[in-house]
Structures are given as C-alpha cells and as structure tokens.
C-alpha cells in the first residue's frame, strides 16, 4: 500500500487529523453553514422573531415535530413602547446624581423638611414606583411575581 493510502486510512479511523479523542464524550454535528446577504439575513431575523435564527431555520426545514433543546429567548422584551418610555424617563431623570445628593444633605443634616420637599420626595417615589412597573410590563413580568 502507497505511504499516502496508509496515512489515510489511519487519519479517517482515527478521526480528523489532530483531533484527540474525547473520553465520555459525544462529538458534536457538524455544522452547516450558508452565506445569506444582509437583505436576506433581515428577512429571517425579522421572521423568526424572539427564536433563535439557527432554532427558526431548523424549524422551518425540518417541521414543528423536531424537538430542539430550550434556550433562553433572543430578546426578552415584551412592550418595546413602555421599554421606550422607561429608558427616555431614565434618560432625563439623572436618578443616580439626585439620590446622591440627598444622602448627602440626610447624612449632614442640611436637608430641609419642608411641605414642600415631602412633596416633592412623594412625587419622585411615585415617578419611581411608574418606572418600575413600565420596566416589568416590557420585560413581560408581572410586579406580583417579584418579591
């Protein structure tokens, strides 16, 4: 046998060339790839929705009979809109700056307890209590089920 037909023979029973062979271990498929144009890639992205692409193409080619393993959702943002309103009321808040300067003003002593800042504090616990409750509505969960 020719020095080449023997090097291959060995390397296809031993495996591909340079893989050490796995104790316990499964070997993975293969994967398949598939060049697609941004255009097309879209198209899918927007069609599979919260799935994965790969779960979204599998399940298209080969049926809903297939069972795939669970995996946690792409995106899991339910409201897109209340998302929007939180993030903007973020945005214009400077919630971190303010509730720095008044631990400040608690802690020396400078904070004037006036009708008016009790007023005031009640508003942004309020504003607060909205932000919440509009970040676990698009996130889909329920101000209930968190404790």
Do not use: W
């Not at 060995?10 to 495996?15: E, L, R």
């Not at 971190?96 to 400040?104: D, F, R, W, Y």
């Not at 607060?128 to 509505?137: K, T």
């Amino acid at each position: 046998m020719p020095l080449t037909d023997a090097f291959n023979s060995a390397a296809s029973d031993a495996g591909a060339v340079g893989d050490a062979p796995r104790k316990g271990k499964a070997r993975s498929p293969a994967p398949f790839s598939i060049r697609l144009t941004f255009e097309e890639r879209a198209v899918l992205e927007a069609a599979a929705g919260n799935e994965s692409l790969g779960c979204y193409i599998r399940r298209r080619i080969l049926g809903d009979s297939v069972s795939y393993p669970r995996r946690r959702r792409r995106a899991p943002i339910q409201d897109h809109e209340a998302l929007g309103r939180v993030l903007g009321a973020l945005g214009q808040a400077k919630l971190a700056s303010n509730l720095n300067q008044l631990a400040k003003a608690a802690h020396t002593g400078s904070l004037p307890v006036t009708p008016d800042t009790e007023k005031a504090l009640a508003a942004a616990c309020d504003d607060i209590r909205r932000i919440r409750l509009d970040l676990l509505h698009a996130l889909g969960l329920s101000p209930e089920s968190e404790t």
